[in-house]
């Protein structure tokens, strides 16, 4: 066993010490990239996802009102970091799940204060969930809508800074990629209704702060939706007036995907036809 592990396995360790226990958890937020095995040991050792958890809940009674302070915003995110990296890993994302692990970060994802704490309380919870929608697993897709985090991640969207709107809106994207993910979003008028008007206040953000990659994601969302024939219907009314004339030439230019898919939601939603995709799945919500 080399020096390194044992060193991670006393940091574990040191996790259930409360006088070592921030300290630990700084230490092995730095580590978690060097160890590619540091989910299995976070999930398997005795006490650890309780340690980790008490971090989570101890903060909740200063989110409202929003009392949050720099340094419980650091501590509490490098847990969110260790959950993270047990979210990304194959061998305990489904333990995580099965745990219902990502519910107790909803209330995270529900604040409205735009100061430097709660942002990177934002941007680190909604690391968690992007990790896991990374995986492209229908099991994640099917959580996420089962316990209503696309609202939430929407929330996220309208409330964040630039960099939470791109990890929110990288959420929904990879969520309306998946059949079951569209037809939710597209089966009803005020699904769909919360998620374009999400969309819409993304795209007049970009007249302020012009971010490629922001925009990137949500010229994939809208043409994603184009694929189900009442998502196609609702957007040729719906679609933001700056995708259609020139406004984010200069932002498109430089990417030939980008551009593609730009020209292909424009062309779609011109012609009113849906083509490209197998048919979506409509109806209610899958269940785990």
């Known amino acids: 066993m080399s020096t390194s592990q044992v060193l991670v396995e006393r940091l574990i360790l040191d996790l259930l010490d409360p006088k070592l226990k921030e300290h630990a958890l700084a230490e092995l937020r730095k580590k978690r990239e060097l160890f590619p095995d540091l989910a299995p040991m976070l999930w398997h050792s005795f006490g650890t996802i309780i340690a980790l958890l008490q971090e989570i809940i101890v903060v909740y009674p ?5 009392t949050l ?4 915003s650091n501590r509490v995110c490098n847990a969110l970091a260790l959950l993270q990296c047990i979210a990304s890993h194959p061998e305990t994302r489904r333990h995580f799940l099965q745990a219902r692990i990502p519910l107790y970060l909803c209330a995270f994802l529900q604040t409205e204060s735009k100061t430097r704490p709660f942002e990177y ?6 690391g968690v969930i992007g990790a896991l929608v990374k995986a492209d697993d229908k099991e994640v897709i099917n959580f996420l809508l089962q ?13 964040g800074s630039e960099l939470s709107k791109t990890v929110a809106t990288f959420v929904i994207e990879k969520i309306v ?9 597209c089966a009803t008028a005020d699904r769909f209704f919360a998620v374009g008007t999400a969309l819409a206040s ?4 970009l007249d302020d702060k012009p971010s490629p990659r922001l925009l990137k994601h ?6 994603r939706i184009t694929e189900n024939p009442r998502g196609l219907e609702a957007l040729q009314t719906s679609l933001p007036i700056t995708l259609k004339d020139g406004t984010f030439n200069n932002l498109v230019k430089d990417d030939p995907t980008m551009q593609e898919w730009l020209q292909q939601l424009l062309v779609k939603v011109t012609s009113g036809k849906v083509g490209g995709w197998p048919p979506s799945v409509l109806g209610g919500l899958p269940k785990i």
């Open 218 to 223: 949500i010229i994939h969302c809208y043409l």
């Open 147 to 159: 316990y209503e985090f696309v609202p939430l991640c929407m929330h996220a969207m309208t409330t």
């Open 177 to 185: 990629l998946d059949d079951v993910g569209l037809g939710y979003i």
């Open 69 to 72: 302070s720099l340094p419980a």
């Open 62 to 66: 200063a989110l409202s009102p929003p």
């Open 202 to 205: 993304m795209v007049t953000s």
């Open 121 to 126: 309380l934002r941007l680190t919870t909604l």
